[in-house]
């Protein structure tokens, strides 16, 4: 029994050592990434992890339900489709059809209510309510100097030159490593830290913008940011979560409420991790392919939206959409790093919504054709 007593003193000596060592070193946010990962048997960020994150609701109102089409059915898809979807982690492939949901698919207990993360679709949603605060005055233009709206950097002479669309196009040069399994890297402690504001804004640039494309979540924080101080000139205690409520999700009148990552200071994750359901992440796709306009009325400019969809600096990135390149059927989409993706194709008159818990094997871009390939099979079935 003293032996015993004697290894337990020891090991939580070495732990309480350690947690002190992080503490000092400003990497406590790795005890943080622990709890949230390891600890309820994870090994990463998963698309459930809402429950382990502090978070605002993004209220709903009234519900208007998809409509569906004559020829709607769940599990309409080929087996051997489904098999390959489930052989790849996918829980979610929802098809859209000229504005009626055609076919839903669920996998591995998920269903048409599960919340699941977005992850970085999160990204096209900040740079759509940008738009929406620059049609209501708040922000000049898409080109407005970020200094204006983030003074920390007002002294670093490559801000001075960058804009918020620098930050959305993922060309403003701030100084960043996009390493998601890297415990130490800047991207892990973004994710886990307890105050991304004061985190991102001790940082500096280290490219001209508009001349160095590199993606970067810190770039599209910085926007968020931005973004919420210029609401808050009028409403100082607004959240991007109620303005995303009030300008978008009650006005497609979304199905759930959604929940929206915050840190401890109450500053939403901008970046990623806004979560809800397969049917809602489709009616934001819809909202692209409509071109900002829902039922009649204009919820962002026309002209912003296809913006965000046209090759910028690179020809499969836009402001903070992905774009397919060489494509058989053109394509844009919404993309999170576990294989979350709302795709638009245009020609088609198609959203297609796949979630998943991994990417899956092979490219990206093969894999985003054969999705819509094999929906364009089911809506003429």
């Known amino acids: 029994m003293k032996i015993l007593r004697s290894t337990v003193i020891v090991i939580v000596a070495i732990m309480l050592l350690s947690s002190f060592g992080l503490w000092v070193t400003g990497n406590a946010f790795i005890l943080t990434a622990i709890s949230r990962t390891y600890l309820v048997g994870n090994s990463t960020a998963n698309i459930d992890d809402y429950k382990q994150f502090k978070s605002n609701t993004i209220a709903n ?3 208007r339900e998809w409509l569906l089409a004559d020829n709607y059915a769940t599990d ?46 999160a990204k096209t949603v900040v740079t759509l309510l940008t738009g929406i605060a620059i049609d209501e005055g708040y922000i ?5 100097p970020l200094i204006d709206f983030l003074p920390e950097f007002k002294d670093d002479s490559l801000a001075q030159r960058g804009s918020l669309g620098s930050l959305s196009t993922m060309s403003s040069g701030y100084d960043w490593d996009e390493s998601y399994y890297n415990p ?37 924080q910085l926007l968020a940011i931005a973004l919420r101080r210029a609401l808050r000139t009028e409403n100082p205690d607004i959240t991007l979560s109620d303005y995303l409520s009030e300008k978008l999700w009650q ?16 500053m939403e994750l901008g970046y990623c991790c806004i979560n809800t359901n397969a049917r809602n992440f489709a009616k934001l796709g819809q909202l692209m392919l409509q071109d900002g306009v829902w039922n009649g009325d204009t919820l962002v400019s026309p002209e912003y939206v296809k913006m965000m969809y046209e090759p910028v600096f690179v020809d499969y990135y836009g ?16 993309r999170g790093h576990l294989g979350q993706f709302v795709i638009v194709v245009p ?14 094997q092979g490219k990206v871009e093969d894999n985003l054709n054969s999705y819509i390939s094999e929906a364009i099979k089911v809506v003429e079935s």
């Open 61 to 63: 109102n009234k519900v």
């Open 251 to 266: 006005p497609l009148g979304m199905n759930d409420d959604a929940l929206w990552h915050i840190d401890n200071s109450g």
């Open 319 to 334: 402001y903070s959409t992905w774009i397919g390149v060489n494509a058989p059927e053109p394509f844009y989409y919404f």
């Open 140 to 144: 000049e233009s898409i080109r407005q």
């Open 76 to 121: 309409k898809l080929p087996q051997d489709f489904r098999d390959e979807l489930e052989k790849n982690d996918a829980v979610a492939f929802l098809v859209v059809k000229d504005g009626k949901l055609v076919t839903e698919s669920y996998f591995d207990g998920y269903d048409e209510w599960s919340k699941t993360n977005s992850f970085s679709m």
């Open 184 to 220: 130490f890297s800047p991207t892990v402690k973004l994710y886990y830290g307890s105050d991304v504001v004061d985190f991102l804004t001790r940082g500096s640039f280290a490219h001209e913008p508009d001349t160095y494309h590199y993606y970067s979540s810190a770039s599209t």
């Open 347 to 360: 020609d088609q008159n198609m959203v297609v919504v796949r979630l998943g818990k991994t990417v899956g």
